[in-house]
């Protein structure tokens, strides 16, 4: 049941995301984002490949493990991709992009859908459960669907799907700090969140003088590093609500620091 809900949900965002892009232009695929200058085609590209990891590592797990081991070796000689030569098929340019990664998603989303959410499968990095591939799968759909919407400056309605995304901010506090080689400055702060809907979330205990409570959307902002925590209407109180909202990171990889105030968005 959870893995139906999930997999609903991810299904979801990116079918709003693929009529979201469905409808520009040929030049705005290659106008540069604010996410790192990368295009809306580079974003495409990142997110088809992210899909396609997923879905070889649940379909044919050895050669997943081989595939990572020759990337891993390529990149050690120096070597950069951004992995679309390991795709079954060529890369395709601009709405055809868009057409290739739109099926490959749904067979994605097929294949989570009757997945047991408890199952392990191989990724870069330590092994996960089937709903954490898919949660960090409805993520990253959901952030990089943001570049593009700030690239043309046009206001997305959002859901309550987003709360996949606060639960993932949320149980990566640990995480943002040991990416960085740093000790967490205390326990987990309260984190109290409004939801698209008016619903009240929260996690961890109460705790009134270690908080981040406000729009949920605003969290999962900053958890995904869209926007600046100043730039949101989120209020963090004590030092190590703080210390976390300043570097938060709910995504895999090198630390990455969060966008200058202003550079993303505005505070509402």
């Given at each position: 049941?959870?893995?139906?809900?999930?997999?609903?949900d991810?299904?979801?965002?990116?079918?709003?995301?693929?009529?979201f892009?469905?409808s520009?232009?040929a030049e705005?695929?290659?106008?540069p984002?604010?996410?790192?200058?990368w295009?809306?085609?580079?974003?495409?590209?990142h997110?088809?490949?992210?899909d396609?990891?997923?879905?070889?590592?649940?379909t044919?797990p050895?050669?997943?493990?081989?595939?990572?081991q020759?990337?891993?070796?390529?990149r050690?000689a120096?070597?950069?991709?951004?992995g679309v030569?390991?795709?079954d098929?060529p890369?395709?340019?601009?709405?055809?992009?868009?057409?290739?990664?739109?099926?490959?998603?749904?067979?994605?989303?097929?294949?989570?859908?009757?997945?047991?959410a408890k199952?392990r499968?191989?990724w870069?990095?330590?092994d996960?459960?089937i709903?954490s591939?898919?949660t960090?799968?409805?993520?990253?759909?959901?952030?990089?669907?943001?570049?593009?919407?700030?690239l043309?400056?046009?206001?997305?309605?959002?859901?309550?799907r987003?709360?996949?995304?606060a639960?993932?901010?949320?149980?990566t506090?640990?995480?943002?700090?040991q990416?960085r080689?740093?000790?967490a400055?205390?326990?987990a702060?309260?984190?109290?969140?409004?939801?698209?809907?008016?619903?009240?979330?929260?996690?961890?205990?109460t705790n009134?003088?270690s908080?981040?409570?406000g729009?949920?959307?605003?969290f999962c902002?900053?958890v995904?590093?869209g926007?600046h925590?100043e730039e949101?209407?989120?209020?963090?109180?004590?030092?190590?609500?703080?210390k976390w909202?300043?570097?938060?990171?709910c995504?895999?990889?090198?630390?990455?620091?969060p966008?200058?105030p202003?550079?993303?968005?505005?505070?509402?």
């Amino acid at each position: 049941m959870v893995m139906i809900e999930l997999a609903s949900d991810l299904r979801e965002e990116g079918n709003e995301l693929y009529a979201f892009l469905s409808s520009l232009s040929a030049e705005d695929w290659r106008r540069p984002t604010p996410f790192k200058s990368w295009t809306t085609q580079d974003i495409m590209q990142h997110l088809i490949v992210g899909d396609w990891f997923n879905t070889l590592s649940m379909t044919e797990p050895d050669r997943f493990v081989e595939l990572m081991q020759r990337r891993t070796t390529a990149r050690a000689a120096g070597a950069k991709s951004s992995g679309v030569e390991y795709l079954d098929e060529p890369i395709a340019q601009g709405r055809d992009l868009l057409s290739q990664w739109h099926g490959r998603f749904n067979h994605l989303c097929d294949l989570f859908n009757a997945a047991d959410a408890k199952t392990r499968m191989k990724w870069v990095g330590p092994d996960m459960s089937i709903r954490s591939a898919a949660t960090a799968r409805l993520m990253e759909t959901w952030a990089h669907g943001q570049d593009v919407y700030d690239l043309v400056q046009v206001d997305r309605g959002a859901t309550d799907r987003i709360r996949h995304i606060a639960v993932l901010g949320v149980n990566t506090y640990g995480w943002t700090f040991q990416n960085r080689n740093m000790q967490a400055p205390g326990p987990a702060p309260c984190v109290q969140l409004v939801a698209p809907s008016g619903a009240q979330w929260r996690w961890n205990e109460t705790n009134d003088k270690s908080k981040v409570s406000g729009p949920a959307l605003d969290f999962c902002h900053v958890v995904t590093q869209g926007r600046h925590v100043e730039e949101t209407s989120l209020e963090v109180t004590g030092d190590t609500a703080v210390k976390w909202m300043a570097i938060a990171q709910c995504f895999a990889g090198p630390a990455e620091d969060p966008p200058t105030p202003g550079l993303r968005g505005s505070k509402r």
